[in-house]
């Protein structure tokens, strides 16, 4: 499952998720909020492919069509309100075990930089921490896990295999044109693949 299958798979599961629209060139965005772009690919390699993040609408719109003219023919542009992470990480799961994986902020602070600041293994009914074992509350663990059975459901042919399917989540802020938070904290999955 690539990025773009994984986007298209998010947003059909029913689990919170971006509110994300395909990207055209007469795209009208607001002002008042700032705006992710991103690109997917048909097929192909679709790591590292060009995006802008909390960008103003000026910006995303110069942007999203500059990558809607480089990608219409091989994948796809898309767009959805910015949003301020407080914790980030990842979900895997497979038939033997869960891991949780969680650090404060934005979700490059795990993935581009390696810290860590809690992870949690689940298998046969033992749960293991590791690091700041404080760091999620239990309600917060409740609500990803919350999604665990839907998703071992929907993927049961890929977890008998032996593969494991990997969301990526965030407890999230909406924030507006000056970066400043506002509302109610929420969960949202912005990617999901098999590994």
């Known amino acids: 499952m690539n990025k773009l299958m994984g986007f ?18 007469d795209v009208d965005l607001t002002y008042d909020v700032l705006w992710t772009i991103r ?7 679709d790591l590292n492919l060009p995006r802008v993040v909390g960008v103003n609408a000026r910006e995303a ?3 999203g069509r500059e990558l809607y003219k480089n990608y219409k023919d091989k994948g796809m542009v ?3 309100p910015f949003f301020i992470a407080e914790k980030s990480g990842t979900l895997e799961i497979s038939n033997s075990r869960i891991i ?5 902020g934005d979700l490059w602070n795990l993935v581009t930089y390696g810290k860590v600041d809690e992870t949690i293994i689940i298998s046969n ?33 890929l977890l008998v295999e032996g593969k ?3 969301l990526e989540w965030s407890f999230a802020y909406n924030t507006n044109n000056e970066n400043i938070p506002f509302g109610d904290k929420y969960l949202v999955f912005y990617e999901i693949r098999s590994v």
Not at 14 to 21: A, R, W
């Open 61 to 63: 719109l110069k942007k």
């Open 78 to 80: 898309f767009y959805y």
């Open 125 to 157: 009914e033992d749960k293991y921490y590791y690091k700041n074992k404080e760091f999620l509350t239990n309600e917060e663990i409740l609500q990803i896990m919350k999604y665990i059975d839907l998703i071992k459901f929907k993927y049961r042919d």
């Open 164 to 166: 494991s399917i990997l």
């Open 39 to 45: 690109v997917a690919v048909y097929e192909g390699d």
């Open 8 to 25: 298209l798979e998010l947003k059909g599961l029913g689990i919170p998720t971006i509110p994300l629209k395909e990207f055209h060139p």
């Open 100 to 104: 949780i994986e969680a650090v404060q």
